[in-house]
């Protein structure tokens, strides 16, 4: 799919998230990758064959504490 040199990682790489960005799309929350992930706000995929990965977010993000 990608015609980058050198190419985007691959859909099974661990960095798939460091794909160009072929379509993005924030009011709607979500983004096309060059290697065909479907990246989501709040860090969720689709991948091309169409397995769900589950978002993940760091443990605590955007979370406020009381003072």
Known sequence: MCQHQP???SVD?????SARLVAHHPEQGWSLLCNGVVLFEDTGELLPDGRAIAPHRPVGAGLMTAA
């Open 7 to 9: 190419p985007c990682p």
């Open 13 to 17: 790489s661990a960095d798939r998230e």
